[in-house]
């Protein structure tokens, strides 16, 4: 995708504005990002059910604006499943077979393999009606691997499922990019299912790619604020600091050591993860005073505050604080990321240069 608009009729708003994105063969690509951000409109772009203002698609070296959604060689996944009620699960699976006037006996044989594939041999003659939501998303998924196309688009496919049967589905979407070995493109707004699932993940916000890289890069090397904030749960943390030659201050208060740049001074904004800071026993450590605490099953979330700004500590949930008016904490200096007040970017990591 170069260079990429997306403007609709009478509307002054860019949906999405200089789009630009690589995607290899095999990858299973995520983008994510709240409700609005182009998501879904970027998918139904490379779909060809959106039509393209500005910019150009490829596909395997060939440009696609002006191709239509039938010539695409693409398969797509949609939320609501889009299964025909009157048809049975053969039936609603050969669909796109029979509307390109396969032969019956290929149509019998594809069919019967990919029901295989995704444990619907016993239900191909139900109707959607008789089936659970896990079986018609399965469905959904049969309709789309039967054509052998080299591309899925799936468009936030697992949020109608409940918290189980997403965690299952999630694995088997997995389990059957691995087999295949297409080239997926896959929409939500479940930072979960995009750490879980992605190859590479695309971080949306506004019509704008955030970020691009691995699940790894996205969490441990966040580009901005936004990418820090929407990606981990719970938040992470951002203090407003002050930055020194050596430490971090919040109130001439040190909170961390940090060997920083000469160029990196004055008042920053330093996010910590709840999970990177560590309780200790350490009578002159970070004084956090408790507000409030969530049980969490293996995991207890501490709300509360130091120095009058707002932290939440992630801690295990045998370390007993339910009487306790305040923890006495440590941030780790490596697991501290630095943002820029104004445009809330990075401050890259060649800027610290010793902890």
Same mark, same amino acid.
């Given at each position: ?169 999630? %694995?088997?979407?997995?389990? =059957? ?9 896959? +929409? #939500?707004? *479940?930072? @979960? ?69 000469? %160029?990196?001074?004055?008042? =920053? ?9 560590? +309780? #200790?026993? *350490?009578? @002159? ?71």
């Amino acid at each position: 995708m170069k260079n990429i608009s997306k403007q609709y009729d009478n509307s002054q708003e860019m949906i999405l504005e200089n789009f630009n994105l690589d995607i290899f063969d095999k990858e299973f690509i995520v983008l994510v990002g709240p409700s609005g951000c182009g998501k879904s409109t970027t998918l139904r772009m490379i779909a060809g059910l959106e039509s393209i203002t500005a910019g150009e698609l490829s596909i395997n070296g060939q440009v696609m604006n002006d191709v239509s959604a039938k010539n695409r060689g693409i398969a797509m996944v949609f939320q609501n499943y889009a299964l025909f009620p009157h048809l049975n699960v053969f039936d609603n699976i050969a669909f796109g077979l029979k509307i390109r006037k396969e032969n019956k006996k290929v149509i019998k044989e594809r069919v019967e393999e990919t029901a295989q594939k995704l444990g619907l041999t016993a239900y191909l003659k139900r109707k959607p009606k008789d089936l659970s939501g896990g079986q018609r998303q399965r469905v959904a998924l049969g309709r789309a691997i039967v054509r052998n196309t080299n591309i899925f688009l799936m468009d936030e496919p697992l949020s109608n499922l409940d918290a189980k049967l997403r965690i299952q589905m999630r %694995e088997e979407i997995i389990n =059957l990019h691995n087999q295949l070995g297409t080239t997926t493109v896959y +929409v #939500t707004h *479940d930072q @979960t299912e995009a750490m879980t699932m992605a190859s590479r993940i695309v971080v949306l916000k506004d019509g704008e790619i955030q970020q691009v890289g691995t699940p790894d890069e996205i969490y441990m090397y966040p580009a901005n604020m936004f990418v820090a904030s929407f990606i981990g749960s719970p938040t992470i943390n951002f203090l407003t600091v002050n930055a020194s030659r050596h430490e971090l201050k919040i109130d001439n208060q040190k909170i961390a050591d940090l060997l920083l740049a000469e %160029e990196v001074s004055g008042e =920053l904004i330093a996010g910590i993860r709840p999970e990177d800071i560590e +309780v #200790t026993d *350490d009578p @002159t450590a970070i004084k956090l005073t408790i507000h409030r605490v969530e049980m969490m099953g293996a995991d207890k979330f501490v709300y509360g505050e130091i120095y009058g700004q707002k932290l939440t500590v992630r801690v295990h949930n045998e370390l007993n604080i339910q009487e306790q008016q305040h923890l006495m904490i440590k941030l780790s200096p490596h697991k501290v990321h630095l943002f820029d007040k104004k445009t809330g970017k990075s401050i890259i990591k060649d800027m610290v240069v010793g902890y």
